[in-house]
């Protein structure tokens, strides 16, 4: 089992840029699925975006073009450089762990994830 630890969420003006990491305390599988979800106040938690092991990307259409997700293996880190901010990107951004998906269809599924951070507040102002 491993503990994913988010920082770097923050108020923004729209237009603006965010970068937030994810620190996964624990031993990783040689193979794993990291991403990044959100929630925002009354709506269900959506996947952003997530990247495997290997380095294969998949972004939500939302956020594809204006998010990069990346990791650095070495330092078991995991990060979301968010630019061109909307308000609606406000949100809980959450990094989440796991060691096996079954498909490309649930990659962005909660429900695919078996480990979860505290989360980070990303509030983005018009």
């Known amino acids: 089992q491993v503990q994913p630890v988010e920082s770097g969420g923050g108020s923004v003006p729209s237009g603006g840029s965010l970068r937030l990491s994810c620190t996964v305390v624990g031993t990783r599988t040689s193979t794993f699925w990291m991403a990044w979800f959100r929630q925002a106040a009354g709506k269900k938690r959506e996947g952003v975006a997530a990247i495997y092991s290997g380095g294969q990307t998949i972004y939500a259409h939302s956020v594809q073009g204006r998010f990069t997700i990346s990791q650095d293996n070495d330092k078991n880190m995991l990060f979301l450089q968010m630019s061109t901010l909307k308000p609606e990107d406000t949100a809980m951004y959450y990094c989440?762990?796991?060691?096996?998906?079954?498909?490309?269809?649930?990659?962005?599924?909660?429900?695919?994830?078996?480990?979860w951070g505290q989360g980070t507040q990303v509030t983005v102002s018009s």
């Open positions: 989440a762990y796991s060691r096996r998906v079954p498909s490309w269809s649930v990659v962005l599924d909660p429900s695919s994830y078996n480990d």
